[in-house]
C-alpha cells in the first residue's frame, strides 16, 4: 500500500434504542490510499453508516468510537463540529444516492456550486461562477451557463448526479465518499455517470470509497473490496481475486449473482448465518435482543 | 434461528408480547397491549386520561359530589373569596361555584360527546362516499365540503344558532355542522389510498355491492385516524363550545354552563376575579387534559403522524 | 421539464419560444382554475347565508315595519322586499345586491349595512394584523429553533407554549390579562381603542388609529392607541404563535430529515447556515400559507376577543347585530369575513407560485 490517506480501526457506530444499545458498526477497520475501494453489504449492514463517520455526520444520540480514525496522519475522531467542518468538504465529501434528494430544491444549481466553493476557498462571486463553470464542464455538461440557472427538478437523475459530483468535488477534496450514488439512476446513464467520476478522481489523486451493494458493479470498478455484513468487515480483497473468495457469505453473494456464462435453473438463495455476526470478534450478545 | 426453543411457562406479559402467535386474539390482545405500553410511557398522556377519568366520574356522581345545590342561590352570601364554606367562592346570586363546576361538567361532556359523536360521522359519510364512488359526486361533495371549510368557523357557528334559537342542542348542531369538513377530508385521503387496494377487488370479486364494500371494508380502515383526530379536536370543541356560551348562545341560564359562569362573572372581573376565574380553570384543565390524551393517542395509533 | 431521460448526454435544447408559451398559458389556466374554484367557494357562502337568512325564525317584514303596521302596510313591503317571488329568483336578487355591494339596511343602527361595516372592519384589521404580525415574529424564529434543538429547553417551552394555546379559552385568557395589566398592574390602557380625551382627535384616513396618528404626528394619541390595542393584539398574537409555532417546527423537521440538508452538511455549511439558508427557503414556502391562515382565523378569532376588549370592530358588530336579531348586518358581516378568508387563500396561493421554482 502507498501511504495512506485515510486510517480506520475498530470504528464502532451505535444508537441507543429501546431494546438497548444498537450497533450499526462493530469494529469496522481499513486504510484508504490513492485508491478505489469498494464497500459492499446488503442494506442494513453498516456500510452507509461507515461512510457518514468518518465525515462525522452521526447525529447524536448516535455515538462514534473508534481506535484511531485519521486522515493524512492527523486524527479526526469526534473533533470539535468547528473544526470537522473545515475538513468536510474541502478534504473529505461525499455524493449520495439520489440527486433528487440531495440536491436543494430551490436555490438554483449554479448557486449551490459556488456555495461548495466559496465555503473553503472564498474569493469573489465572479472566481466561485468561473470554477462552478469549469467544474460542470468537467462532469460533461454541455451548456453549462445555462445548467447554472436552472432548478434541480428541471434536469434529469443522470445530470443530477453529475452536477452533485461537480459540486462535492469544487473545493478539491482528497476522498470522495460514494454512497450508492448510481443506485437511484437509469440503468442507461450509470455507466456514464460512473466514468465521469472515476476519471476525475484518478486525475485528481484522489482516494474514493464507493458504497453499493452490487457486488458486480463493484468488482469492476474498485482495486480492492471490502465485504460487510451485520456492522462488521467479513473479508476484504483485491476485485481481481474475488471469485477466491472464502467467507460463505461472500461466497454466497457471489453465486446468487445471476451469469450469462454459466446459467443456472435457479439462482441460489443466499444463506445467512447467526455466527457470522461475530466471527472471531466473539462479542457475546447478553440476554434477547 | 436457534435449534433448541427453551420451554418454559409463559408470563402473561410474554404472551402479549409474543413474537409469534398462536392465535388472532392473541395477536390482536398483543398489539392493543403494545399499544398500551407506548401510551403508559406518555406520561403527559396519562396525566390527561387520569384527569378525564376524574371528570367523568364527576359528572356521573354530580349530586353527590356538589356540596350544594348549583341553582341555590343565597343573596346575602353573594360574590364571596374562596373559603373554608365555598372553596371556590360564590357568584354574583350567591351560588356556590365549586357546585356549580361540578354540574357543569355534565353539560361540558354532553356537547363535547355528541359534537365528537355526530361531526367525524357525517364526515367519515361524505368523505368515503366521495373517495369512493369518484367522478361527479366526489366533485360535487368535496366542492361542498370546500365551501364549509371556507367559512370562518365561529361566525358560522354563530348565525347557525343565531338562526336555530340559543339552546344546547342547537350549539351542538352548529358545532357539528363547522366541524365535520376535515374528517370528510381525511375520510377521503384514506378511502382513495384504499379503494384500489388488491383486497377490495378481491371482495368485489366476491361479489360485494359497493355499500357492503364500504361498510365492510372501507369504514373500519378510516375509523383509527379519525379516532386520532377526534381525540386531537376534542380540546377545540370544548374551546368553541364554551365560546358559544360565553356569548349567551349555548346552554341557557341558570344552567351551570363554564362559558356562561365566564360570561356571568366579566362584569366582576376587577373586584371579584373569582368568579370568572375558576370556570376558565376548569375548561383550561380540560381541554389541556384532551389535547395531551390526543397526543399519546396519537404516538400510538398514528406513529407516522406523530414525528411531526 | 428540460431533459428528462436523456442523462443530459445532449445540449440541452434552448426551450423553444412555443414552448415557452404553452408553459405560461399551462400556469395561467392553473391560476384561471383557482379563482374560479374560488369563486364557485364563494357563490356557495352566499347560498348558505341566504338560506340561514330564509331559515330565520325572525320576520324580517316585521322588523322593517314594525309591530303596528296594518295587512295592507305589511303586504306592501313584503312586496317591495321581494319575498312573495320564488327562492331562485330572491337569491339571485340577493346575489346582485351583495356583489353590488348592498347588504341591506342594519335595523340596529338604521344604517346601510356596507356603511357599518366601512367603519368597524379597519379596527379589526388593525388587531389582526398587529396579533399576526406578534404571532410571526416570535412564532417562526421559535419554531424553527425548536426543531434544529430538537428535545432541547427550547422545544420544551416551544411545545408548553403551544400546548397551553390550544387549551386555553382566548376569552378567558383576555379577561385574565385585563385583571392582570390594566386592573392590577396598570400597564396598559383599559377597553376600547382609544382613552375618551384622544376619542375622535385622530382625523380619519385609514380607520386604523395607530397609522392615523402616525399620519397626523400625533405622537400622543399614537401612545394612547397602542397601550390599548397592544393587550388584545397579544392576546391574539399568542394564538397565533401556538400555531405558527407548531407549523413552522413540523416542516422544519420534515426539512431536517430531507437529504439535501446532508449535502449541506457535507460541503462543510455551519448548522446555522444549513438551517436558515437551505432549510429555512424550504419551509418559507408552505409557512406563506399558514400565515396566510392564521391571519384569517384572527380576523375570526377577534370576535371574542372584541367582545372582552370592547373593541368596536367586525367581530363585536356581528355579535351585537346577532343579539338584536338584526340578519341584515349578520349576513353582511358574515360574508366580509368569509369572503377576506377566500381571499386570502387566492392570495396564498398565489404567493406560493411565485416563490416556489417547482410550480414554474
Given at each position: 500500500m502507498t501511504q495512506s490517506l485515510l486510517q480506520v480501526r475498530n470504528l464502532r457506530v451505535?444508537?441507543?434504542?429501546?431494546?438497548?444499545?444498537?450497533?450499526?458498526?462493530?469494529?469496522?477497520?481499513?486504510?484508504?490510499?490513492?485508491?478505489?475501494?469498494?464497500?459492499?453489504?446488503?442494506?442494513?449492514?453498516?456500510?452507509?453508516?461507515?461512510?457518514?463517520?468518518?465525515?462525522?455526520?452521526?447525529?447524536?444520540?448516535?455515538?462514534?468510537?473508534?481506535?484511531?480514525?485519521?486522515?493524512?496522519?492527523?486524527?479526526?475522531?469526534?473533533?470539535?463540529?468547528?473544526?470537522?467542518?473545515?475538513?468536510?468538504?474541502?478534504?473529505?465529501?461525499?455524493?449520495?444516492?439520489?440527486?433528487?434528494?440531495?440536491?436543494?430544491?430551490?436555490?438554483?444549481?449554479?448557486?449551490?456550486?459556488m456555495e461548495a466553493y466559496r465555503l473553503h476557498a472564498g474569493g469573489s462571486r465572479d472566481i466561485a461562477r468561473q470554477k462552478a463553470l469549469e467544474m460542470l464542464?468537467?462532469?460533461?455538461?454541455?451548456?453549462?451557463?445555462?445548467?447554472?440557472?436552472?432548478?434541480?427538478?428541471?434536469?434529469?437523475?443522470?445530470?443530477?448526479?453529475?452536477?452533485?459530483?461537480?459540486?462535492?468535488?469544487?473545493?478539491?477534496?482528497?476522498?470522495?465518499?460514494?454512497?450508492?450514488?448510481?443506485?437511484?439512476?437509469?440503468?442507461?446513464?450509470?455507466?456514464?455517470?460512473?466514468?465521469?467520476?472515476?476519471?476525475?478522481?484518478?486525475?485528481?489523486?484522489?482516494?474514493?470509497?464507493?458504497?453499493?451493494?452490487?457486488?458486480?458493479?463493484?468488482?469492476?470498478?474498485?482495486?480492492?473490496?471490502l465485504i460487510m455484513y451485520a456492522g462488521r468487515i467479513v473479508e476484504t480483497l483485491a476485485a481481481s481475486d474475488l471469485h477466491n473468495a472464502r467467507h460463505p457469505y461472500t461466497q454466497g453473494l457471489l453465486s446468487s449473482l445471476p451469469r450469462l456464462d454459466a446459467p443456472v435453473k435457479r439462482l441460489p438463495v443466499l444463506q445467512r448465518e447467526e455466527s457470522w455476526r461475530d466471527g472471531e470478534l466473539q462479542i457475546k450478545l447478553s440476554g434477547k435482543i | 434461528m436457534s435449534e433448541s426453543p427453551i420451554t418454559r411457562p409463559q408470563s402473561r406479559r410474554e404472551w402479549?408480547?409474543?413474537?409469534?402467535?398462536?392465535?388472532?386474539?392473541?395477536?390482536?390482545?398483543?398489539?392493543?397491549?403494545?399499544?398500551?405500553?407506548?401510551?403508559?410511557?406518555?406520561?403527559?398522556?396519562?396525566?390527561?386520561?387520569?384527569?378525564?377519568?376524574?371528570?367523568?366520574?364527576?359528572?356521573?356522581?354530580?349530586?353527590?359530589?356538589?356540596?350544594?345545590?348549583?341553582?341555590?342561590?343565597?343573596?346575602?352570601?353573594?360574590?364571596?373569596?374562596?373559603?373554608?364554606?365555598?372553596?371556590?367562592?360564590?357568584?354574583?346570586?350567591?351560588?356556590?361555584?365549586?357546585?356549580?363546576?361540578?354540574?357543569?361538567?355534565?353539560?361540558?361532556?354532553?356537547?363535547?360527546?355528541?359534537?365528537?359523536?355526530?361531526?367525524?360521522?357525517?364526515?367519515?359519510?361524505?368523505?368515503?362516499?366521495?373517495?369512493?364512488?369518484?367522478?361527479?359526486?366526489?366533485?360535487?361533495?368535496?366542492?361542498?365540503?370546500?365551501?364549509?371549510?371556507?367559512?370562518?368557523?365561529?361566525?358560522?357557528?354563530?348565525?347557525?344558532?343565531?338562526?336555530?334559537?340559543?339552546?344546547?342542542?342547537?350549539?351542538?348542531?352548529?358545532?357539528?355542522?363547522?366541524?365535520?369538513?376535515?374528517?370528510?377530508?381525511?375520510?377521503?385521503?384514506?378511502?382513495?389510498?384504499?379503494?384500489?387496494?388488491?383486497?377490495?377487488?378481491?371482495?368485489?370479486l366476491q361479489g360485494a355491492g359497493p355499500l357492503r364494500l364500504l361498510i365492510r371494508h372501507i369504514w373500519p380502515l378510516c375509523i383509527s385516524s379519525l379516532i386520532v383526530r377526534v381525540a386531537l379536536d376534542m380540546a377545540g370543541i370544548i374551546l368553541s363550545a364554551a365560546g358559544l356560551g360565553f356569548l349567551g348562545l349555548g346552554a341557557q341560564p341558570p344552567m351551570p354552563e363554564w362559558g356562561a359562569m365566564i360570561s356571568d362573572g366579566r362584569v366582576y372581573i376587577l373586584d371579584h376575579w373569582w368568579v370568572a376565574a375558576m370556570p376558565g380553570l376548569a375548561i383550561f384543565i380540560v381541554s389541556l387534559a384532551f389535547n395531551l390524551l390526543g397526543d399519546g393517542l396519537r404516538d400510538v395509533l398514528d406513529p407516522k403522524g406523530a414525528k411531526e | 421539464m428540460i431533459d428528462t431521460n436523456t442523462g443530459g448526454q445532449g445540449p440541452i435544447p434552448p426551450a423553444s419560444a412555443p414552448d415557452r408559451r404553452a408553459a405560461r398559458k399551462r400556469r395561467l389556466r392553473s391560476i384561471a382554475g383557482t379563482v374560479l374554484s374560488l369563486a364557485l367557494t364563494l357563490l356557495g357562502l352566499l347560498l348558505v347565508t341566504f338560506i340561514i337568512g330564509r331559515v330565520m325564525p325572525i320576520d324580517p317584514v316585521l322588523k322593517v315595519v314594525g309591530d303596528r303596521a296594518t295587512q295592507a302596510q305589511y303586504d306592501a313591503a313584503y312586496q317591495a322586499m321581494g319575498l312573495d317571488q320564488p327562492l331562485v329568483v330572491q337569491f339571485f336578487r340577493y346575489l346582485t345586491e351583495v356583489l353590488t355591494g348592498d347588504f341591506g339596511r342594519s335595523i340596529s343602527t338604521g344604517q346601510p349595512v356596507i356603511e357599518d361595516i366601512k367603519r368597524v372592519f379597519p379596527a379589526t384589521l388593525e388587531l389582526a394584523t398587529l396579533g399576526t404580525l406578534i404571532g410571526v415574529s416570535i412564532g417562526v424564529p421559535l419554531g424553527v429553533i425548536a426543531a434544529a434543538r430538537r428535545g432541547g429547553i427550547i422545544d420544551q417551552v416551544a411545545r408548553v407554549v403551544a400546548l397551553v394555546g390550544y387549551s386555553m379559552p382566548i376569552f378567558w385568557l383576555g379577561l385574565m390579562g385585563l385583571l392582570l395589566f390594566y386592573g392590577i398592574l396598570g400597564w396598559v390602557g383599559g377597553p376600547g381603542r382609544q382613552g375618551i380625551i384622544y376619542d375622535g382627535m385622530v382625523p380619519h384616513v385609514t380607520g386604523m388609529i395607530l397609522v392615523d396618528s402616525l399620519i397626523a404626528g400625533d405622537w400622543g394619541a399614537f401612545r394612547?392607541?397602542?397601550?390599548?390595542?397592544?393587550?388584545?393584539?397579544?392576546?391574539?398574537?399568542?394564538?397565533?404563535?401556538?400555531?405558527?409555532?407548531?407549523?413552522?417546527?413540523?416542516?422544519?423537521?420534515?426539512?431536517?430529515?430531507?437529504?439535501?440538508?446532508?449535502?449541506?452538511?457535507?460541503?462543510?455549511?455551519?448548522?446555522?447556515?444549513?438551517?436558515?439558508?437551505?432549510?429555512?427557503?424550504?419551509?418559507?414556502?408552505?409557512?406563506?400559507?399558514?400565515?396566510?391562515?392564521?391571519?384569517?382565523?384572527?380576523?375570526?378569532?377577534?370576535?371574542?376577543?372584541?367582545?372582552?376588549?370592547?373593541?368596536?370592530?367586525?367581530?363585536?358588530?356581528?355579535?351585537?347585530?346577532?343579539?338584536?336579531?338584526?340578519?341584515?348586518?349578520?349576513?353582511?358581516?358574515?360574508?366580509?369575513?368569509?369572503?377576506?378568508?377566500?381571499?386570502?387563500?387566492?392570495?396564498?396561493?398565489?404567493?406560493?407560485?411565485?416563490?416556489?421554482?417547482?410550480s414554474k
Open positions: 451505535t444508537f441507543p434504542s429501546r431494546q438497548g444499545e444498537f450497533h450499526a458498526v462493530r469494529g469496522v477497520s481499513f486504510d484508504l490510499g490513492r485508491e478505489r475501494l469498494g464497500v459492499v453489504g446488503e442494506s442494513g449492514s453498516g456500510k452507509s453508516m461507515t461512510g457518514r463517520a468518518i465525515l462525522g455526520l452521526v447525529r447524536p444520540p448516535g455515538r462514534v468510537t473508534a481506535d484511531r480514525l485519521e486522515l493524512d496522519g492527523e486524527s479526526i475522531l469526534n473533533l470539535p463540529e468547528r473544526r470537522m467542518r473545515k475538513l468536510r468538504g474541502s478534504r473529505i465529501s461525499m455524493v449520495m444516492q439520489d440527486p433528487k434528494f440531495s440536491l436543494n430544491p430551490v436555490m438554483t444549481v449554479g448557486d449551490q456550486i464542464n468537467a462532469v460533461q455538461i454541455r451548456d453549462p451557463e445555462r445548467v447554472m440557472k436552472t432548478y434541480p427538478h428541471e434536469v434529469s437523475g443522470g445530470m443530477g448526479q453529475r452536477i452533485m459530483i461537480a459540486m462535492m468535488l469544487a473545493p478539491d477534496p482528497q476522498i470522495l465518499i460514494a454512497d450508492e450514488p448510481t443506485s437511484a439512476l437509469d440503468v442507461s446513464v450509470r455507466g456514464e455517470v460512473l466514468s465521469i467520476m472515476d476519471g476525475l478522481v484518478r486525475d485528481r489523486g484522489m482516494g474514493l470509497i464507493f458504497i453499493s451493494h452490487d457486488l458486480n458493479l463493484v468488482s469492476k470498478f474498485c482495486d480492492r473490496v | 402479549l408480547l409474543s413474537d409469534a402467535p398462536q392465535t388472532r386474539r392473541q395477536a390482536r390482545l398483543g398489539a392493543i397491549y403494545q399499544g398500551w405500553l407506548t401510551f403508559r410511557a406518555n406520561k403527559l398522556a396519562m396525566f390527561g386520561l387520569i384527569i378525564l377519568i376524574l371528570l367523568i366520574f364527576m359528572a356521573v356522581f354530580a349530586p353527590w359530589l356538589a356540596p350544594q345545590s348549583p341553582f341555590a342561590q343565597n343573596l346575602a352570601g353573594r360574590l364571596q373569596p374562596p373559603s373554608a364554606e365555598h372553596w371556590l367562592g360564590t357568584d354574583a346570586l350567591g351560588r356556590d361555584i365549586l357546585s356549580r363546576l361540578i354540574h357543569g361538567s355534565r353539560i361540558t361532556l354532553f356537547i363535547v360527546g355528541t359534537v365528537a359523536l355526530i361531526a367525524p360521522i357525517i364526515g367519515l359519510f361524505i368523505g368515503t362516499v366521495a373517495g369512493f364512488a369518484g367522478g361527479w359526486v366526489d366533485q360535487v361533495l368535496m366542492r361542498i365540503t370546500d365551501i364549509f371549510l371556507a367559512f370562518p368557523k365561529l361566525i358560522l357557528a354563530l348565525a347557525f344558532v343565531a338562526a336555530l334559537g340559543p339552546s344546547i342542542g342547537n350549539a351542538v348542531l352548529a358545532l357539528a355542522l363547522t366541524a365535520w369538513p376535515p374528517y370528510a377530508r381525511l375520510a377521503r385521503a384514506e378511502t382513495l389510498t384504499i379503494r384500489h387496494a388488491d383486497y377490495i377487488a378481491a371482495a368485489r | 394612547d392607541a397602542f397601550s390599548h390595542i397592544i393587550l388584545p393584539a397579544s392576546l391574539l398574537g399568542y394564538f397565533s404563535l401556538a400555531y405558527i409555532s407548531r407549523m413552522t417546527r413540523s416542516f422544519m423537521l420534515e426539512q431536517l430529515s430531507a437529504e439535501y440538508i446532508t449535502t449541506g452538511r457535507v460541503k462543510g455549511l455551519s448548522e446555522r447556515a444549513v438551517i436558515w439558508r437551505h432549510a429555512f427557503r424550504n419551509i418559507s414556502i408552505p409557512l406563506v400559507t399558514v400565515i396566510a391562515l392564521s391571519f384569517g382565523s384572527l380576523l375570526e378569532g377577534s370576535v371574542l376577543t372584541e367582545i372582552i376588549f370592547s373593541w368596536p370592530g367586525l367581530g363585536q358588530y356581528i355579535t351585537k347585530t346577532l343579539l338584536a336579531g338584526d340578519m341584515n348586518a349578520v349576513l353582511g358581516g358574515t360574508v366580509v369575513v368569509g369572503t377576506c378568508f377566500i381571499g386570502l387563500n387566492l392570495l396564498s396561493d398565489l404567493l406560493y407560485r411565485v416563490l416556489d421554482p417547482r
